[in-house]
């Protein structure tokens, strides 16, 4: 079994359309890692999760998710499951967008807007734009906008298995106007892009990943992401008569 750690905030029940879409893409991500895995992927909702739990259903990875709210804005309470599982390592992990945000914050590093970015959110909560199924820039935002949106490809760095199957210029769905700020000692810079130059990140001696974009929002024309996310299984040693592909 794998987890798929669900990590939007609550107060996004207040808006039903939001709160529809990201539960939408939220199980859409549980059946994509499954179909990759061939194995069962559950959900756990972020105040949810505990080690204690993990060892009980015997989970052999953790993948955990992106969200539209900032991570200040997050009870730290709450966050004591997802930070704890980070801590110890002793889950093959790997986290995406905002994920890879709170590992980095976890190990010493920062993130914040990315550079020359004039994005404000109207929302005080979050300064991620809305996905493009939901809302396009208009010509004014895109100008004045510092960030990342739709298929874009990465610049890889150094070689990591990881990384198996990719060229030299993967691309990936992208969704952020944040970016980690500083890396920390413990980790290496794995892949770029112009305009965010930490995309994809390992630990040194720990299987714990990080990647800024959106690998599950593959499709037949963009495969990369599936690709990366079936390396992390398999460096997770579920073995490779399982992985799809």
Known sequence: M????DMEHDRLREDKALWQHFSTKTLETKYRLEEIVATSCLI?????LTPALLRDLKVQAVVVGGHYTALPHYNEADLAGVRTLLQETAWPTIGLCGGLQLIV??????FGPMNGSSFKADDPFTETPLPPDMMALTEAQAQNTR???????V?????????DGLGTEPVFFQ???WEVKSLPDAFQRLAGSQLCEVQIIAHKTAPLFGVQFHPERFDEDHPDGRTILANFFKIAQITSSMING
Do not use: A, D
């Open 44 to 48: 756990v909702r972020y105040n949810r």
């Open 105 to 110: 914050q976890m190990y010493g590093g920062t």
């Open 2 to 5: 794998i987890v798929y750690v």
């Open 175 to 177: 969704l952020h106007s």
């Open 155 to 163: 610049r890889v760095m150094q070689q990591h298995p990881l990384l």
């Open 147 to 153: 960030q990342e949106q739709g298929f874009m490809p």
